[in-house]
């Protein structure tokens, strides 16, 4: 059996590897619909933000947490997660650079790591409760 530590680690590195994937399909259907048909940025970004969430929760749900929870509580509470990083997100980025005069993708920088660990603890202890250790051992 692992440490603690090497085990939340390679947890939170899937967590991580995930994440990316989900920004990889996000571009992908951002890109397909602006370029490929057209379609509004707006609109494509928000397509291809939803197609990167959903791309996200299944992958955690089945690879980083192992979770056997009903789609229908865990869906849901990994969406507010997400909600609320992106409210975080948006909160660094404009207070970032208002208030400490930073370059945006410097304050997006930060952003991205703050909601990254964000997301993966609250997921950890809130969404998939009592699942952590299932998908360590």
């Known amino acids: 059996m692992q440490p603690l530590s090497r085990r939340l680690s390679l947890q939170f590195a899937s ?3 995930i994440g990316a994937v989900g920004t990889g399909v996000h571009y992908a259907v ?3 619909l ?3 048909l057209g379609w509004s940025p707006v609109l ?3 397509i291809g ?3 990167g969430a ?3 929760y299944f992958l955690n749900y089945r690879l980083t947490f192992r979770s056997r929870k009903r789609h229908s509580e865990a869906m849901i509470k990994f969406m507010v997660v997400a909600a609320i990083g992106l409210g975080i997100n948006a ?3 404009k207070y970032g650079v208002q208030l400490a005069g930073l370059h945006y993708l410097v304050a997006q920088v930060l952003a991205t790591g703050v909601v990254l660990v964000w997301g993966f603890l609250a997921n950890r202890v809130w969404t998939f409760q009592g699942e952590a250790q299932h998908a360590e051992g």
Request: hydrophobic content about 65%; charged content about 0%.
């Open 15 to 17: 967590f991580a590897a």
């Open 30 to 32: 951002l890109v397909a």
């Open 34 to 36: 602006v370029s490929g």
């Open 44 to 46: 494509a970004t928000s």
């Open 49 to 51: 933000a939803v197609c």
């Open 54 to 56: 959903l791309t996200n």
């Open 91 to 93: 909160a660094i980025v």
